[in-house]
């Protein structure tokens, strides 16, 4: 069965924007069609300190892999791009409560799947810190805007005038 997720894509590594390019590629040859992608945007990096902006972009993606297998498709097109993950003190992988945040080529976060709630050790659906970082609710509106989230039941539009972020967001592609 085809369900719609949202993805984050960023990058702040090498060429940021063929980094974006390369990962929608490969979604599409591994996961599944991309229905909606928004524009680009110049970000400053959250939960760390770099001088290097990310670059990035929320698409709306339909795939048939389970939110399991989709994680495991990330961490791959994630690896074949040249990210090197960081893993946190408490053993845990991607959902780690003490996450560490480091410059990267690629990263890649389910945003939502579907109207799908899950909290396991190696994954968080939806993300769980989706509704407190403007780089992700501004293209994540600019696609999505009515899109309801399942936990806070507010649609993406409303969560990203919730929001407390005050990082910089500029949109930098057409």
């Known amino acids: 069965m085809q369900q719609s997720v949202y993805l984050l894509l960023g990058s702040n590594r090498g060429d940021r924007e063929l980094n974006l390019l390369r990962a929608c590629t490969h979604i599409r040859h591994s996961i599944g069609?991309?229905?909606?992608?928004?524009?680009?945007?110049?970000?400053?990096?959250w939960g760390f300190e770099d001088s290097t902006p990310f670059h990035n972009q929320a698409l709306e993606i339909e795939t048939s892999l389970s939110?399991?297998?989709?994680?495991?498709?990330?961490h791959s097109i994630e690896k074949e791009l040249g990210r090197i993950r960081q893993t946190p003190e408490c053993g845990s992988g991607y959902a780690c409560s003490s996450e560490i945040y480091s410059s990267r080529t690629i990263d890649i976060d389910i945003l939502f799947y579907g109207s799908k709630i899950l909290f396991t050790d190696e994954l968080m659906i939806?993300?769980?810190?989706?509704?407190?970082?403007?780089?992700?609710l501004i293209p994540l509106d600019e696609i999505a805007p009515d899109y309801i989230h399942p936990v806070y039941r507010k649609p993406v539009s409303e969560l990203l005038q919730l929001c407390n972020d005050k990082g910089e967001v500029n949109r930098i592609s057409l």
């Open 33 to 45: 069609s991309i229905l909606k992608a928004s524009f680009v945007y110049e970000t400053e990096p």
């Open 67 to 74: 939110p399991e297998e989709l994680l495991k498709e990330i």
């Open 126 to 136: 939806p993300h769980p810190r989706l509704h407190e970082r403007r780089f992700t």
